[in-house]
């Protein structure tokens, strides 16, 4: 039995991409507008992302819904369908703060509340899909596949968003909004719809575990191993997201760039890090067999190479515009790359690997991604706007933040030492569509 064909492998492809356009809109296009064209406090933007996050930590109960209905299509179409609202009201709610900031932040609310629910639903029904209606002598590639496509909507997103917001108002950033909004939904219907009904033969011989839930999770939080990978993951997912928030808002006040500019160069630091994955996924498939491509040796290169290019951005903070940040820029998302694909390969060997409760597993680390990048986003904004009561530079603000997040990939390379790695034998790109999305 052969599950589903590649061509519609690629269409549930196109779901993560419609997923990601509307995910990297809202919370890099539309934080820096609220930051810098209206001069909120940055901590606005960030407690909005973090309740986003906060909401996906729900993942493994949405997708126990759709466990029970038996269908992952309508869940997939629901959340895909709250996503693309909540994007719209996102840019909306932007608009309506500059004449009427407690409106505005109310609808905001509303509309990352629609986002956290969209991301979670889909996301979580549509890993399920395909874990379930794809072979598995295909599913490494097809995980493959879907991750390359989600990365292609980020960066086409930030690209052409980038060009069709300059010049820059908020009655266009509404416009932009509602184009790419609508135009995802409809390619994530029309790549959904079907798929299921041609995967029902494959998925019915799946068996169910019976396991109450939080018997379940008590007993993977009792394995040692699980425990020191879920708080790694931690530690080292807060140190990759805290930057997200910030630094189209240091382009703007340290560099000058325009939003359509600040958006470019978030493009270009999604190239880096598709660059990075792509780098990792090549080169511990071919040599699998050879101890130094260990996966762990992989997340340990990343995060030092993470380290060093925010170490860069600190120096980019304190020269200024003559500092080559495009470049540095590129270097961070190649470094995020490899730690990034490293990691999730690694999370899949940990959750899987013949071990019992592997739902369970990857909830308890996709649950403790999605916090981290909640608590970055917000904590990397909360840091700036303390610093700047402190002091009269606004590049010494960001500076100090840049190298927190450095001195946590230190310390996250160095609980990477200690990983078990007797299990990493799959190849690292199986699992790297749990990278959320929603993150960048």
């Given at each position: 039995m052969t599950g589903l064909s590649w061509f519609n492998i690629v269409r549930l492809g196109l779901v993560q991409t419609a997923l990601g356009?509307?995910?990297?809109?809202?919370?890099?296009?539309?934080?820096?507008?609220?930051?810098?064209?209206?001069?909120?406090?940055?901590?606005?933007?960030g407690v909005l992302v973090a309740w986003h996050y906060a909401l996906q930590v729900l993942r493994p109960r949405w997708g126990h819904?759709?466990?029970?209905?038996?269908?992952?299509?309508?869940?997939?179409?629901?959340g895909m369908a709250a996503l693309a609202l909540g994007g719209f009201l996102a840019a909306i709610a932007t608009a309506l703060s500059a004449t009427n900031i407690y409106a505005g932040l109310a609808l905001a609310t509303a509309a990352f509340t629609l986002i956290g629910i969209g991301v979670g639903a889909a996301g979580t029904s549509l890993l399920?899909?395909?874990?379930?209606?794809?072979?598995?002598?295909?599913?490494?590639?097809?995980?493959t596949v879907v991750w390359i496509m989600m990365i292609v909507g980020f960066i086409l997103t930030t690209a052409l968003a980038g060009k069709f917001l300059d010049p820059f108002s908020l009655q266009r950033l509404v416009v932009v909004a509602g184009c790419v909004t609508s135009f995802a939904f409809l390619v994530a219907v029309l790549a959904v719809i079907g798929i299921e009904r041609k995967a029902t033969k494959f998925k019915s011989e799946k068996t169910r575990n019976n396991t109450p839930f939080i018997q379940a999770l008590t007993d993977v939080w009792r394995d040692a191993d699980a425990r020191h990978f879920a708080i790694f993951i931690f530690i080292s997912m807060l140190a990759y997201s805290a930057q997200d928030l910030i630094l189209e808002p240091f382009a703007g006040f340290v560099f000058g760039y325009t939003p359509g500019q600040s958006t470019a160069l978030n493009s270009l630091q999604n190239k880096g890090v598709l660059a990075g994955m792509l780098l990792v996924g090549v080169a511990a498939t071919i040599f699998a067999n050879?101890?130094?491509?260990?996966?762990?040796?992989?997340?340990?290169?990343?995060?030092?190479?993470s380290a060093l290019s925010l170490s860069a951005?600190?120096?980019?903070?304190?020269?200024?515009?003559?500092?080559?940040?495009?470049?540095?820029?590129?270097?961070?998302g190649f470094s995020n790359g490899v730690y990034a694909v490293a990691a999730i390969g690694s999370m899949?060997?940990?959750?899987?690997?013949?071990?019992s409760r592997e739902g369970v597993r990857m909830g308890l680390f996709g649950a403790s991604q999605a916090i981290a990048f909640g608590a970055g986003g917000f904590c990397g904004t909360v840091l700036t706007d303390v610093i700047k009561l402190f002091?009269?530079?606004?590049?010494?603000?960001?500076?100090?933040?840049?190298?927190?997040?450095?001195?946590?990939?230190?310390?996250?390379?160095?609980?990477?030492?200690?990983?078990?790695?007797?299990?990493?034998?799959?190849?690292p790109l199986v699992l790297s569509a749990q990278h959320d999305l929603g993150g960048r």
């Open positions: 356009a509307i995910v990297v809109l809202t919370t890099s296009t539309i934080n820096r507008v609220m930051i810098v064209e209206l001069s909120l406090p940055a901590v606005l933007p819904g759709s466990d029970e209905g038996g269908t992952r299509t309508r869940w997939i179409v629901g399920v899909l395909l874990a379930e209606a794809v072979a598995p002598p295909r599913r490494a590639a097809a995980a050879r101890r130094k491509m260990a996966l762990r040796n992989w997340i340990v290169v990343g995060c030092l190479t951005l600190v120096g980019a903070a304190a020269v200024g515009p003559a500092w080559p940040l495009k470049t540095t820029v590129f270097i961070l899949f060997n940990f959750a899987g690997g013949g071990q002091t009269p530079s606004v590049s010494l603000s960001y500076g100090v933040v840049f190298a927190i997040e450095a001195a946590l990939f230190i310390v996250a390379a160095l609980m990477a030492l200690r990983l078990d790695t007797k299990q990493s034998t799959h190849n």
